[in-house]
């Protein structure tokens, strides 16, 4: 029987702390790199974020087009550490997307930011809210660790106790 507990808790400790370890490895990448040496770093509202993506015009390096695909209302773009109109110019804005043109071969890296409202974003298409992102996993994961423990400690006192 002892056995047959032991096995078990360390099965329930295995699974917690693989809970815990997949929460805590889950990370956003938000820098590329385009063919060149230049990093390209996408944000919404300072936070690194996959809701942005970017695409380089094939047949000019120099024209780049970045498009929010998030949830929330677009406001607007800062290109931080850039300075429009010594280098980069706005070629064209439509809707979500941004199309911008190097100037005077900048090589410096390019920092893009989204600016969202995010009031609209917890809400769908029938008005019903989203449940918010909120570590759910790691807690469960928590708990059941701190159950085995608890579980292994009062084995092995009942076990001091015969």
Not at 40 to 52: A, F, L, P, R
Not at 63 to 72: A, L, P, V
Not at 97 to 123: C, H, K, M, P, R
């Amino acid at each position: 029987m002892k056995k047959l507990i032991s096995v078990l808790l360390s099965v329930v400790m295995l699974v917690s702390v693989s809970a815990v370890s997949i929460s805590a490895f889950a990370t956003v990448s938000s820098q590329q790199t385009t063919g060149d040496t230049q990093t390209v770093t996408v944000e919404v509202n300072g936070n690194t974020s996959k809701d942005v993506t970017y695409q380089t015009d094939p047949s000019d390096p120099a024209k780049i087009t970045f498009t929010y695909d998030g949830d929330g209302t677009l406001e607007g773009w800062e290109f931080d550490g850039m300075v429009e109109g010594v280098d980069y110019q706005v070629i064209s804005e439509d809707g979500n997307s941004i199309t911008i043109e190097l100037l005077n071969g900048f090589d410096g890296d390019i920092e893009v930011n989204a600016l969202v409202d995010t009031d609209s974003e917890n809400t769908d298409d029938n008005g019903k809210g989203k449940s918010p992102k909120t570590g759910a996993a790691t807690v469960t994961g928590l708990a059941a660790a701190g159950a085995g423990a608890a579980i292994l400690l009062a084995l092995r006192k009942r076990e001091d106790a015969e």
